[in-house]
């Protein structure tokens, strides 16, 4: 059964750091990973989406990058900014079967302090 | 191009009543995710449809929720004699092809059994 760890739950940062946001994952047979950003309250933003064939993705100041063999991926968010707060989810699809469902991690609650 | 939609935002229900969750995918999507988000929780998969059928409902109870998609209008998914339990919040995702491509999420219903 795929499980999908986010650790930790919340961090705190100053504006302007750059910071990373960890997924691992137990079953590498992944078809894809993707990330999301989910504000409170509110839906889900997809942010990112890495195929298994990909080690990485960009868009803007957001870097993705995935390492299956590790069962691992991370989110790289360049000098951050108060509007950067929100929850971060991590989500992978596996590979076998006719299914394409996401299993989520918990997410990581990210606040950039001013 | 609209987003995926889902109504009502909001939906409060009484105990032992019926909740019925409305999902119109993106135009030119025919594969439509049904996700709870228990609070506190993870978001966790429930349902996979395409038109007039049910891929996998692995991720289900087995008593009181149903889902369908049909040839004509949204996905329904509904929640029969709804308990304190079943608060939550219900998102709707769809996507063109049901491997490989990205799941678009609509805003969430957020139902409370009061």
């Known amino acids: 059964k795929q499980e999908v760890t986010q650790i930790p739950a919340a961090l705190s940062v100053p504006e302007g750091e750059n910071l990373v946001l960890n997924c691992s994952f137990t079953d590498s047979a992944i078809y894809n990973l993707q990330w999301f950003r989910q504000d409170p309250g509110k839906g889900l933003t997809s942010l990112l989406l890495?195929?298994?064939?990909?080690r990485e993705q960009t868009s803007g100041r957001l870097n993705a990058s995935l390492d299956k063999s590790s069962g691992r991926s991370t989110l790289y968010i360049a000098a951050s900014q108060p509007g950067d707060s929100a929850t971060y989810l991590c989500?992978?699809?596996?590979?076998?079967?006719?299914?394409?469902?996401?299993?989520f991690g918990k997410g990581i609650t990210l606040s950039v302090r001013p | 191009n609209a987003g995926v939609m889902q109504n009502p935002r909001h939906l409060v229900r009484r105990r032992g009543q019926e909740a019925r969750l409305r999902c119109s995918p993106m135009?030119?999507?025919?594969?439509v995710y049904w996700y709870r988000q228990l609070p506190e929780e993870g978001l966790k998969f429930m349902v996979y449809?395409?038109?007039?059928?049910?891929?996998?409902e692995s991720g289900m109870p087995k008593e009181r929720f149903s889902a369908e998609f049909p040839k004509e209008g949204p996905s329904i998914l509904r929640i029969q004699q709804v308990v304190r339990g079943d608060s939550a919040a219900y998102f709707c995702?769809?996507?063109?092809?049901?491997?490989?491509?990205?799941?678009?999420f609509g805003p969430g219903t957020r139902l409370t059994v009061t």
């Open positions: 989500a992978v699809t596996l590979l076998t079967g006719a299914n394409s469902k996401l299993t």
């Open positions: 135009k030119g999507h025919s594969h």
């Open positions: 890495i195929q298994s064939s990909q």
């Open positions: 995702a769809s996507s063109p092809v049901y491997r490989g491509f990205e799941q678009y």
């Open positions: 449809l395409q038109k007039e059928n049910i891929i996998d």
